[in-house]
């Protein structure tokens, strides 16, 4: 039909209810549609929403602006001199962002085609934006096509923008200019930028979920008990074992839809722990977030402790500390502290410098406990400091500008039941740490904007690689909280104290990487282990495994060497040669301390190491380059690797 025909048309519906079969089947159903959410055909302009709500709504919709943005930059092109604007809105229809020829912008707010306006077919009858929707196809709607009578001087070609992952609508995208300018390739263009947006935005969604799974991955080892999942925001399943996926099935049927939690799609963040705890009693929930954005949650589930390993441990020992490695004095000693702080339910400062590994420390605590209870994390120095009151005791409606409409429960709330870990304590801004001794103290937190008090109750373990109590002293820390905080204190000792754990960890973290990258485990060579081993390891753990990850990626044999380990390794671990006298009388003396270290402690190699002060394996090592363990009398002396004692070695 022609313009005219259709104008007919329209005014006959608006008469009488009835129209021309000839006009669109898409555009007579979205004027029935019109007519239910009664909308005057007189209405002169869309609506505007507040300041608030219009901030408020583009921080939702922070990734889909995102990805808009290269389309919205050609728009910004292209759209010059061409009477034409392009135009994004949110799944709800309000625009978000526009861009385009100047004149058409301008022109545009005479009936609200601007940021802020709500573009619905409830709010203005039938257009482009909201015909989209609601027929969840791309549509042009012409002239007269349009409801009401003042947008029917234009032209708007739109077409929706699908979640890559699902069939949920994120947006649509839309072209749009006066009638007299029409132009039959704006449809096209608006459905190519709506597949450039789908493609960046699943870039992105998979950019979110690599991150959760990396540091789910990097987690993995301190969650010691139950099956692990990794989910993406909108609840879809990132890495599970067949065990956990069967577990949460066993418990509800309804829970997972698609490879997804579909529930967290439709919460809050906040709300996610205490819901998945009703649904999966005993489970705990950690939200993974990266600059004020939640990028998704790692589950645990409960499930069947990991077996010990078959090295024998002491009676104080409990599986939730079983994840610690390391066998030296002083991190038996740890543990040993690290378990009676955990029965007592005092309040603990975990001390040590940075990848010591405290936070393995703080979730061993948490498991230790039955029920377990949610944990729930937060790096104190990780978040902008005017996040950190609403992000730490949540906050209420209209609490300041851009707050959820709903209010939003803090951490501290979130912890109820049990465990608050707190990293990086001695950042917290000063003046909210009274605020934070108030809710210690009265076991009561108040959101930001809130008069009414919220019962809580939980665990507090706090972290820090400071010396608070200099903090103290300088006046940069509150010492009433000092001392509410630290009633326990735990140092975690740094690697180069525990040297003779090395070897373990070594082959721990090379068995993980290896598993991770499909290839051989591989085993250090001597050389390679005694360079290591001489190192001081400023990073501690965390510098330890990260290195190990790469030398099983960029040597994936069966062997470590020192050639493979990194230059500053390699010339530590190369003496220089001495000359042929002192050689000599150097093998002889190192070969007699140690034959004469193992004859003191009895034969136990373990004990022999340790007052050498060299590591069990480089030990037995040097003892099978001397030719030692070729001797009857040495066999007894030295055991092989099976034991500790005499009579538990093998001759070779």
Not at 200 to 215: C, K, Q, S
Not at 512 to 532: G, K
Not at 562 to 588: H, Y
Request: charged letters at 25%; a neutral charge; hydrophobic letters at 45%.
């Amino acid at each position: 039909m022609g313009h005219y025909d259709v104008r007919r048309a329209w005014e006959a519906f608006q008469d009488g209810g009835t129209a021309s079969t000839h006009v669109r089947p898409a555009v007579l159903a979205s004027w029935h549609r019109s007519r239910q959410h009664s909308i005057p055909f007189t209405r002169p302009a869309a609506s505007l929403v507040t300041g608030a709500e219009f901030y408020l709504r583009r921080q939702q919709n922070a990734a889909f602006l995102h990805a808009t943005r290269p389309a919205m930059a050609n728009a910004r092109e292209f759209l010059v001199g061409t009477h034409s604007m392009a135009i994004v809105t949110d799944a709800a229809g309000l625009i978000l962002d526009s861009e385009g020829d100047a004149r058409a912008m301008d022109l545009g707010s005479g009936v609200k085609l601007q940021r802020g306006a709500g573009w619905s077919e409830a709010e203005i009858g039938t257009n482009a934006i909201g015909t989209a929707i609601a027929g969840k196809a791309p549509v042009q709607i012409h002239a007269a096509e349009h409801f009401c009578q003042e947008v029917q001087s234009w032209t708007c070609a739109a077409a929706p923008v699908r979640d890559p992952f699902g069939e949920e609508i994120l947006g649509v995208v839309d072209i749009s200019g006066p009638a007299a300018s029409f132009s039959p390739q704006s449809l096209a263009y608006a459905v190519a930028m709506a597949r450039q947006i789908e493609a960046l935005v699943a870039r992105g969604i998979e950019a979110d979920r690599d991150r959760v799974l990396r540091h789910c991955l990097d987690k993995k080892s301190l969650w010691v008990g139950g099956e692990v999942l990794a989910l993406g925001s909108d609840g879809a399943v990132i890495y599970s074992s067949e065990k956990a996926l069967r577990e949460i099935a066993r418990s509800s049927q309804d829970l997972l839809v698609g490879g997804r939690l579909a529930l967290l799609r439709r919460l809050d963040p906040a709300l996610w722990s205490a819901r998945l705890a009703t649904l999966l009693p005993g489970s705990t929930l950690e939200i993974v977030s990266e600059g004020g954005r939640d990028l998704g949650c790692v589950l645990v589930l409960p499930g069947a402790r990991r077996p010990r390993p078959p090295k024998a441990r002491s009676a104080e020992e409990e599986a939730p500390f079983a994840a610690i490695l390391g066998e030296s004095e002083v991190m038996r000693e740890t543990r040993e502290k690290a378990q009676r702080m955990a029965e007592s339910g005092a309040p603990i400062l975990l001390e040590g410098e940075t990848g010591v590994g405290k936070e393995l420390f703080a979730r061993a605590i948490h498991q230790a406990r039955t029920p377990a209870g949610p944990f729930i994390p937060v790096n104190c120095g990780g978040l902008p400091r005017d996040l950190v009151a609403s992000e730490l005791f949540g906050y209420e409606k209209g609490a300041f500008t851009g707050a959820s409409p709903a209010g939003r429960a803090g951490k501290v709330e979130a912890a109820s039941g049990g465990v608050l870990c707190l990293d990086e304590i001695g950042e917290m801004p000063l003046e909210l740490q009274s605020y934070l001794l108030r809710v210690l103290e009265d076991g009561v937190v108040y959101r930001v904007g809130s008069h009414e008090g919220r019962r809580v109750d939980f665990r507090l373990v706090s972290m820090t690689n400071r010396n608070l109590a200099m903090d103290v002293a300088a006046g940069q820390f509150r010492k009433d909280l000092y001392y509410r905080i630290a009633m326990l204190r735990l140092r975690v000792p740094p690697l180069r104290e525990r040297r003779e754990d090395i070897p373990r960890l070594l082959e721990h973290f090379a068995a993980a990487a290896a598993q991770r990258a499909q290839h051989e485990v591989p085993r250090f060579a001597a050389a390679a282990l005694d360079a290591l081993q001489a190192h001081d390891w400023p990073g501690n753990i965390r510098e330890l495994r990260n290195l190990v990850e790469t030398l099983v990626v960029m040597s994936p044999g069966a062997s470590i060497g020192l050639d493979e380990l990194p230059g500053e390794f390699r010339q530590a671990g190369r003496v220089p040669p001495a000359a042929g006298a002192g050689l000599t009388d150097l093998r002889s003396i190192e070969q007699t301390a140690i034959a004469e270290a193992v004859q003191l402690c009895g034969g136990n190699r373990t004990k022999a190491a340790r007052r050498l002060g060299i590591a069990r394996s480089t030990l037995y090592a040097r003892a099978a380059a001397f030719g030692l363990l070729g001797r009857a009398t040495a066999a007894a002396s030295l055991p092989g690797p099976a034991g500790d004692g005499p009579g538990q070695g093998t001759a070779r």
